[in-house]
Structure formats: structure tokens, C-alpha cells
């Protein structure tokens, strides 16, 4: 595997050794020796998520705040526009977003540490997107910034609004929401 060092310190883009013929392709989407021997990091993974949105379908920006969450995600049909935004306080990047394209056919994954809210816009007709979390989801926990935060400024490559859930949509204000140290 390839790793992509990003604008925001910990939030790696990963790009994996895919091995391909007229047949099709192979790559390991994850291998615990190869992850820590790239990365250094040594997380256990806990969860698997799958979730299946439509085109325009914008989910996020999400955390939680105790139990957080590493993330590991890809997306195995589709394409879709990824963002994590530092919230750790004491990070020289706090409040600073990266985002990326992941799509089936570039097999990207991107690596977001607990600290980080994650949120993605669906690009393609639909999108089919995994993710391997460190914890356990836990509704109690569970906190939301607005994808539109105007602090944040994130670049969403839509035109028009996007299809967001109630929850997303009655998100807090970067500068009002609950924050890592």
C-alpha cells in the first residue's frame, strides 16, 4: 500500500496495491501487518459499516465525542467527495478540513483519527461506502457540525443543496460544538 501524507497531520490517503488483468483485479483491502508496518499505527478495529446514499446525498460532518472514533473508510461502488475536519483543539490544524474523491475505481481509503468529523457527498448515481471504526457507535455520543458551517468553509463540489438527514441538517455551529482538547 501507498500512503498519502494529507495537509492535516494524521489524516493519511491510502492508496492500495491492486493487482489487475483482463480477468478483473485483487487487492488486500485491509491487513493488519501491512497497516502497521505503513502506518505505525496500531489501532484495533472493532466495527464494519456499510451504507448505501443516492446521488446529492451529503452525510455529516459527524463524531463522537466520548467513545470516539478512528475511521478507516473506502467506497466499493461509486464515487463520492470525503471530508475530515480536525476538532482536536491542541492540533495545529484545528479547524482545517482535507477532502478527497474515493471511488470504486481509484480504491482510495482514507484514514481519519479519532478527533476528526467525517462527513462525504455522494457524487455518482450512488454510492455503496464501508468504513472500519476503533469503536463502537454510540448514540449518546454522537455529535454533528453543520456540513454548510461557514467557519469551516468546506468546498462541496454540488451545486444546488444537497439531501441531508433532519439530524445533519439541525447540526451545531463549528464554533458552538463540542471539541476534542
Known amino acids: ?18 493487482f489487475g488483468d483482463a480477468r478483473g ?5 485491509f ?8 502506518t505505525g499505527i496500531t489501532c484495533r478495529f472493532v466495527q464494519d ?7 446529492g446525498v451529503l452525510r455529516g460532518l459527524h463524531y463522537q465525542i466520548d467513545q470516539p472514533q478512528g475511521k478507516l473508510v473506502r467506497v466499493v461502488a461509486g464515487e463520492v467527495f470525503d471530508v475530515g475536519v480536525d476538532i482536536r ?17 481509484n480504491k482510495r481509503q482514507l484514514w481519519l483519527p479519532a ?9 455518482s448515481a450512488g454510492a455503496e461506502f464501508l468504513y472500519k471504526t476503533t469503536d463502537y457507535y454510540a448514540p449518546q455520543h454522537e ?17 444546488g443543496t444537497p439531501a ?11 464554533r458552538d460544538a463540542e471539541v476534542f482538547p
Open 143 to 159: 455529535r454533528c457540525i453543520r456540513w454548510d458551517d461557514p467557519d469551516l468553509a468546506v468546498a462541496w463540489p454540488l451545486d
Open 31 to 38: 491487513n493488519e501487518l501491512a497497516w502497521q508496518a505503513a
Open 1 to 18: 500500500m501507498k500512503i498519502l501524507p494529507t495537509a492535516l497531520p494524521d489524516l493519511l490517503l491510502i492508496e492500495p496495491k491492486v
Open 49 to 55: 459499516n456499510h451504507s448505501l446514499s443516492r446521488q
Open 164 to 174: 441531508v438527514s433532519d439530524k445533519d441538517a439541525a447540526g451545531s455551529a463549528f
Open 115 to 123: 478527533g476528526f468529523a467525517h462527513g462525504f457527498l455522494v457524487l
Open 89 to 105: 483543539r491542541s492540533s495545529p490544524s484545528f479547524g482545517k478540513w482535507f477532502g478527497a474523491i474515493l471511488s470504486a475505481e
Open 25 to 29: 483485479f485483487f487487492f488486500e483491502s
